[in-house]
């Protein structure tokens, strides 16, 4: 299926949850935030929250300093 992700249209597996495409690009235990249809989708929803065809998702990552 095909989604827009942070602007960009890419394509992913079918049945895929918001966890499981932060997985899919390598994002893992990453300090970030996900939204989805402008929507934010909590981290702790993530295993659950289904990605579906044409979702718009953005994806932010933390990034320290000092």
Do not use: C, W
């Not at 890419?10 to 997985?23: F, H, K, Q, W, Y």
């Not at 893992?28 to 702790?44: D, G, M």
């Amino acid at each position: 299926m095909y989604i827009v992700l942070n602007g960009t249209p890419r394509e992913v597996p079918d049945n895929l949850t918001a966890g499981g495409l932060i997985d899919e690009l390598g994002l893992a235990n990453q300090r970030l935030a996900l939204e989805v249809n402008r929507q934010i989708v909590p981290r702790s929803t993530f295993g659950t929250h289904p990605i579906k065809p044409d979702d718009k998702i953005e994806i932010v990552q933390a990034i320290g300093g000092g």
